[in-house]
């Protein structure tokens, strides 16, 4: 995921304890996702998206293009 990506974008750049203040979650919880650890709900992957003005799909696209899930 690129969460931590796109934060890093914004113009003023949001701490962990901003944007999960802003989403109603712990700050633990942005590190997970932007560690990879764990994926926000898909109700906060919307939120996500707003926030840093991006689409969900670019959240989910790792840095070589491909979807952040293994081949099954």
């Known amino acids: 995921m690129n969460i931590m990506k ?10 962990q304890n901003e944007v999960a203040k802003i ?8 590190s997970k996702w932007e560690r990879g ?8 992957l919307v939120e996500i998206a707003k926030l840093y003005g991006c ?8 840095e070589t293009g491909d979807d ?3 081949d099954a």
């Open 55 to 62: 689409t969900v799909d670019e959240l989910l696209v790792d």
């Open 37 to 44: 650890l764990a994926k926000p709900r898909a109700d906060k």
């Open 6 to 15: 796109k934060r890093r974008l914004q113009g003023v750049i949001p701490t």
């Open 23 to 30: 989403l109603g979650v712990v700050p633990s919880a942005v």
């Open 68 to 70: 952040d899930e293994e």
